[in-house]
């Protein structure tokens, strides 16, 4: 007996299950939606697993119920990632998911007609876009999971690379699905690739490592005052706000901290050194100045888990790193999360690294104390 299918099966209501505990856990929508397309790939319409199981599907229909799931399953793993990534999705990532179910749509309508009928090597054709799509959504939330979620060197990334290597291998199906000597091999990697994707699951789900996304103040402080403030220098903020770094502070900054970091104190170090170390503390975390993508996900966690102040001198090399325009969008978003959570964040410039216009730019979002 061909044990195969049946791992092949097992395997994907595990990988299920696994993120399923996640949600359940986190009560997020972004995992709810992860959760409901491996939901739906667990029920696969997929001859090679449902036939040992004694399913059939009726073979006039085989071709739509087969491709509707994989444009289904890959819209709700693209909107899932996109929320893991962004907290809230734009406009423009809308529409992009719009012009998709439009195209997936049309695909399915010609499915529905005899128009790949008429081509030599029809079920490849009729699968490709279904399973590029299906495909490219697996390596996307996987790329996601990796660069914006996981802890990076531990066992949780068996989930992301589970992912990604199983995206990998779908992307073959519609030229090897029907080479038995090769298909059987396929299915037998998708299998393992999703075991590594849920073993790294339950461990990100159960035992979380200690990310900089993680991190709580010690005692959560209530904010001494709150809003959006620019100031010449460190010095002038601290003769204004006496006590700003007594509260639960966030610090973004180009320039290490000497001496030790106090508990209630976590550190953005700007450089381009290796992101995976950390201080002997373990309070200052290096992260490249190009990733603000990533740096404005860790900053609304950690706002999220108590810290109520945000101090950041570092705008200048954000400038230089990804230009003017990039870095302002940056700094307003985050500006506006922190405004909107009732805290306060303190932007350390100086006047003449910008021009005029530029300065008027941020003085007309920032207060003078």
Not at 15 to 28: D, G, H, I, N, Q
Not at 87 to 112: C, H, M, T
Not at 305 to 331: C, H, P, R, T
Request: charged share 20%; no cysteine; hydrophobic share 50%.
């Amino acid at each position: 007996m061909d044990v195969i299918p049946y791992l092949n099966f097992l395997s994907r209501w595990l990988l299920f299950l696994a993120v399923a505990y996640k949600t359940v856990k986190t009560k997020e929508k972004r995992w709810a939606l992860i959760a409901t397309a491996l939901f739906i790939n667990a029920l696969d319409v997929e001859s090679y697993i449902l036939t040992p199981l004694g399913i059939s599907i009726k073979p006039e229909a085989y071709d739509i119920a087969y491709n509707i799931p994989n444009f289904l399953i890959a819209g709700l793993l693209f909107w899932g990632g996109i929320q893991l990534r962004k907290e809230r999705g734009q406009f423009k990532d809308v529409v992009i998911l719009g012009v998709f179910a439009i195209a997936a749509y049309i695909w399915i309508f010609l499915l529905a007609t005899d128009f790949f009928d008429r081509f030599e090597h029809s079920f490849t054709i009729k699968s490709l876009f279904p399973i590029l799509a299906f495909g490219a959504s697996l390596i996307y939330v996987g790329y996601v999971l990796r660069n914006y979620v996981v802890s990076k060197n531990t066992l949780e990334e068996l989930f992301p690379w589970g992912l990604i290597l199983l995206g990998t291998i779908n992307l073959t199906y519609p030229f090897i699905r029907n080479v038995e000597s090769i298909a059987s091999t396929a299915f037998l990697l998708a299998a393992v690739f999703r075991l590594m994707a849920a073993v790294g699951a339950l461990k990100f789900a159960i035992f979380p490592s200690q990310m900089a996304v993680f991190e709580k103040p010690k005692q959560q402080k209530p904010p001494e005052v709150k809003g959006a403030f620019i100031f010449k220098s460190k010095e002038d903020l601290e003769k204004l706000i006496p006590n700003f770094f007594d509260q639960d502070v966030i610090i973004i900054t180009r320039n290490p901290p000497k001496e030790k970091v106090p508990e209630n104190t976590l550190v953005y170090w700007l450089t381009r050194i290796e992101e995976s170390s950390r201080s002997g503390d373990g309070r200052v975390y290096p992260i490249s100045p190009t990733k603000i993508d990533i740096l404005i996900h860790l900053i609304t966690k950690n706002l999220e888990s108590g810290y109520n102040a945000v101090y950041i001198d570092g705008f200048e090399y954000l400038m230089i790193e990804n230009g003017f325009e990039n870095a302002v969008k940056f700094l307003f978003d985050l500006k506006d999360r922190v405004v909107s959570k009732g805290k306060v964040i303190a932007l350390i410039i100086d006047p003449r690294t910008l021009t005029e216009k530029q300065m008027a730019l941020l003085e007309r979002e920032f207060n003078k104390m």
